[in-house]
């Protein structure tokens, strides 16, 4: 039942559906073996708190028995012993859905008549793509890492220069009698600029197909001169220079530190957007009030919505006009606003909000609009 893959945006559209009791559970989570038994209590907890507040606002004995079921259903799921760093739940009388998903999020109960996709709309709209050099003398290897599995080896179609020797043609880079009477350390900072250009022609080569306008960064594992040359070789794209001998990495290090830094580049994106929303400022394209951005969203004139994922906002949204109503006993309603944009083709883009900076951001929610609304 688990599903180990981002939820698509048909998936959070569904969610998004009303349905009469709805359990959405995060829950923080861990993929070491020994603290398996307290990620099972974490979410087990959260919706035992969900039964009960179900229980006091008078739901059925039937519908509590078979809200339990489905809870079962997850319980014993064999996806407890592949966790990763977080599990989204949602349960219903109708339905139940689980995502095992590599982000860190926030432990969340909510429940209502809709679910809470607000902090799932993150791990989807937020790139979690990115490539890898390991670079060296003896040799280099170019890796992927995706939303859902840690970085790895990519198979490479061509036939390259295994290391700097094959890939510069000479049999040595110590020997000067071999590269054309250099003298050593130029000849060898020659014949690394080389090897540099090479490899970098190849990168270009073997990523082409999979990003073919060098929208994601390569972070190049390598040390001094390498670390460098490489960079001045390859100009196509965004070069995260990750200092270190790269040659005894593992796969979950190399991840690791392309995790790291692929927070700060979508933050640092992520802010240069609400920038770029602010000049619409004087044309009527920008929303910051949220009764205004739900308005905006109804009459499907949000291009891009930028919003708060640690706010909890709770109300109510009629359908037709986008007015909003708050009440504490209502749904998230962040959340439906981030469904409804994107459901007119829009983008939400969850963000916490230490990673905005711009003037216009109100630590609440942003909308560049597609046309004025009056």
């Known amino acids: 039942m688990a599903r180990f893959a981002l939820p698509t945006l048909d998936d959070l559209r569904a969610l998004?559906?009303?349905?009469?009791?709805?359990?959405?559970?995060?829950?923080?989570?861990?993929?070491?073996?020994?603290?398996?038994?307290?990620?099972?209590?974490?979410?087990?907890?959260?919706?035992?708190?969900?039964i009960r507040h179900l229980r006091e606002s008078g739901i059925r004995h039937g519908t509590e028995t078979a809200l339990r079921d489905r809870w079962e259903s997850v319980a014993n799921d064999e996806s407890w012993s592949r966790l990763s760093h977080s599990l989204a739940i949602f349960i219903a009388d109708d339905l139940t859905e689980m995502f095992v998903l590599p982000n860190r999020l926030e432990n969340e109960l909510q429940v209502g008549t809709f679910f809470d996709v607000r902090q799932l709309v993150r791990p989807v709209t937020t790139p979690q793509t990115a490539f890898a050099l390991t670079l060296s003398t003896n040799g280099w290897n170019l890796w992927h890492a995706t939303p859902t599995t840690v970085a790895a080896p990519m198979e490479l179609s061509g036939t390259y220069g295994a290391d700097a020797v094959e890939a510069s043609n000479h049999p040595t880079l110590r020997d000067r009698d071999h590269v054309g009477r250099l003298a050593g350390g130029e000849g060898k900072k020659v014949l690394l600029e080389a090897y540099s250009k090479r490899v970098a022609e190849a990168v270009k080569s073997e990523l082409a197909p999979v990003d073919p306008n060098a929208e994601r960064p390569l972070f190049l594992f390598a040390t001094d001169p390498l670390l460098d040359l490489y960079p001045a070789a390859d100009h196509l794209r965004q070069i995260i220079p990750v200092p270190g001998g790269p040659d005894d990495l593992r796969a979950d290090e190399i991840d690791a530190a392309i995790r790291r830094e692929l927070t700060a580049i979508n933050a640092r994106n992520n802010n240069a957007r609400v920038d770029r929303i602010a000049d619409g400022m004087s044309r009527g394209l920008v929303a910051t009030e949220l009764a205004d951005i739900s308005h905006a969203a109804s009459a499907g004139a949000v291009s891009t919505l930028i919003y708060n994922v640690t706010h909890d906002i709770k109300g109510t949204i009629d359908d037709g006009s986008g007015d909003i109503t708050y009440a504490d006993d209502g749904y998230d309603l962040l959340s439906r606003i981030a469904v409804t944009v994107l459901d007119h083709g829009g983008e939400a883009i969850a963000v916490r909000p230490d990673e905005i900076t711009a003037l216009i951001w109100n630590d609440t929610a942003v909308a560049g609009l597609r046309f004025p609304v009056t």
């Open 16 to 50: 998004g559906t009303p349905h009469e009791n709805a359990i959405s559970i995060y829950a923080q989570t861990s993929p070491a073996p020994d603290e398996r038994d307290a990620s099972h209590l974490t979410a087990k907890s959260a919706f035992d708190r969900a």
